[in-house]
T-cell receptor, first 113, second 114 residues
Framework: GENVEQHPSTLSVQEGDSAVIKCTYS??????FPWYKQELGKRPQLIID?????GEKKDQRIAVTLNKTAKHFSLHITETQPEDSAVYFC????????????FGTGTSLTVIP | DSGVTQTPKHLITATGQRVTLRCSPR?????VYWYQQSLDQGLQFLIQ???????AKGNILERFSAQQFPDLHSELNLSSLELGDSALYFC?????????????FGPGTRLTVT
C-alpha cells in the first residue's frame, strides 16, 4: 500500500517568515494530494490540494508543489501568522481506487509572535 | 462545522469490552471513511464504505468491523478492546469517493480503554 513520509515533525518560525513542509509518497498510482490543518482538539480541515496533472497550486499565502517524478510534494506558507500554528498533515490518495487518504505523520508548526 | 456528526464524543471503557461508534455523513455524501488517530501512529485509514458497500480496507484489525446502513450512517464496532486501541476515531465523508472530493471530517470520538 501507499506510504507517506513527512518532514519535519516539528517546525518553529518567527511571525512573518516562511514555513515549508515536505512529503514523499511511494505509490506512483497516487494522483491526489490534499493538505489538512488540525488545530488542537479539533478536526482536520482541508487547506489546499493538488492533482497529479498540476505542478503547483497557490491560494493566498499557501502554495503546494508536486514533483511526480521524484514522488514528493511540499506545502509552503508565506508571511506566517500566529493563527497558522497547528499540526499539518499531508496525504496521498488514488481517486481510481476509492480516494482513501494515506496520511503523513504530521508537522507541528509553531509561529512565534 | 463540517456537517459530519459523530457520537459519542468521549467513551471510556475497560479492556475486553466492545463499543460502537456512530457517524452520520454530510447530507448527500455517499462515501464514509474511518480513520484512527493515535499519538504514535498518526492518522491511519481503517475502512471505506460507499452507498452501503465496503469499498476499501486499510489497517483495520480483525477485532474491528464497520458497516454503512441504508440511511448512509455508519458504525464502527471495536471488540476485545486493548489498551492500545485508545485513540481518536474520525469519520469523514465525501460525495462519492471516486472524484477529487474533499473529505469532510467529523469531530471525532475519543476512546479511552482502561
Amino acid at each position: 500500500g501507499e506510504n507517506v513520509e513527512q518532514h519535519p515533525s516539528t517546525l518553529s518560525v518567527q511571525e512573518g517568515d516562511s514555513a515549508v513542509i515536505k512529503c514523499t509518497y511511494s505509490d506512483s498510482a497516487s494522483n491526489y494530494f490534499p493538505w489538512y490543518k488540525q488545530e488542537l482538539g479539533k478536526r482536520p480541515q482541508l487547506i489546499i490540494d493538488i492533482r497529479s496533472n498540476v505542478g503547483e497550486k497557490k491560494d493566498q499565502r499557501i502554495a503546494v508543489t508536486l514533483n511526480k517524478t521524484a514522488k514528493h510534494f511540499s506545502l509552503h506558507i508565506t508571511e506566517t501568522q500566529p493563527e497558522d500554528s497547528a499540526v499539518y498533515f499531508c496525504a496521498a490518495s488514488s481517486v481510481d481506487t476509492g480516494n482513501q487518504f494515506y496520511f503523513g505523520t504530521g508537522t507541528s508548526l509553531t509561529v512565534i509572535p | 462545522d463540517s456537517g459530519v456528526t459523530q457520537t459519542p464524543k468521549h467513551l471510556i471503557t475497560a479492556t475486553g469490552q466492545r463499543v460502537t461508534l456512530r457517524c452520520s455523513p454530510r447530507s448527500g455524501d455517499l462515501s464514509v471513511y474511518w480513520y484512527q488517530q493515535s499519538l504514535d501512529q498518526g492518522l491511519q485509514f481503517l475502512i471505506q464504505y460507499y452507498n452501503g458497500e465496503e469499498r476499501a480496507k486499510g489497517n483495520i484489525l480483525e477485532r474491528f468491523s464497520a458497516q454503512q446502513f441504508p440511511d448512509l450512517h455508519s458504525e464502527l464496532n471495536l471488540s476485545s478492546l486493548e489498551l492500545g486501541d485508545s485513540a481518536l476515531y474520525f469519520c469523514a465523508s465525501s460525495a462519492d469517493g471516486l472524484a477529487y472530493d474533499e473529505q469532510y471530517f467529523g469531530p471525532g470520538t475519543r476512546l479511552t480503554v482502561t
